[in-house]
């Protein structure tokens, strides 16, 4: 018998607690597919997830407890827990789809770096015309630069 959870929206949430099964009804265009398929991920350790879609802007998602003897206050546990979940993976996606150029050109960057150094006919063809780039602090100085001896100073002649 579905029921509404004590402190959960009536419309959004209701749980079956005999059968230890809880129902959360998502708004999609709060929530991206991907940031529910994430959160349900983080669940399929702990209880059984079933993803529906019943309308074009709704996603349901079902939570059946593993255990036996799932209590009102432990689905109520479970749907909090899915939700701030929910949350998290939506802002975590969210910062992915921003970034998305600089995790490329990052990710580029460390594939090329994995291939090896380059070849005799790649440096042949690179071009070492290239103006030098500003380095303010001489961080880019090799060791010999920035320690090398000083010359030491004259005696003086005088006398």
């Known amino acids: 018998m579905s029921e509404p959870l004590f402190g959960m929206p009536g419309e959004a949430v209701v749980a079956d607690v005999g059968e230890g099964v809880v129902h959360l009804v998502v ?8 940031a529910v398929y994430a959160a349900s991920y983080v669940f399929i350790a702990r209880c059984w997830v079933l993803l529906d879609k019943p309308e074009p802007d709704r996603i ?31 802002w975590r996606h969210e910062i992915t789809k921003s970034n998305r150029a600089m995790i490329e050109a990052v990710t580029m960057q460390a594939f090329a770096g994995a291939m090896g150094p380059p070849s005799l006919d790649e440096l042949a063809a690179f071009d ?28 003086d002649g005088g006398g």
């Open 128 to 155: 070492f015309s290239d103006e030098p780039f500003d380095d303010p602090l001489g961080i880019a100085q090799s060791w010999e630069e920035k320690y090398k001896k000083k010359p030491a100073a004259e005696p």
């Open 60 to 90: 349901r998602v079902s939570l059946t407890s593993k255990g036996e003897g799932a209590t009102a206050d432990d689905l109520r546990a479970l749907v909090g827990e899915f939700g701030n979940e929910l949350l998290s993976s939506a």
């Open 27 to 34: 708004d999609a265009r709060l929530y991206p597919l991907e």
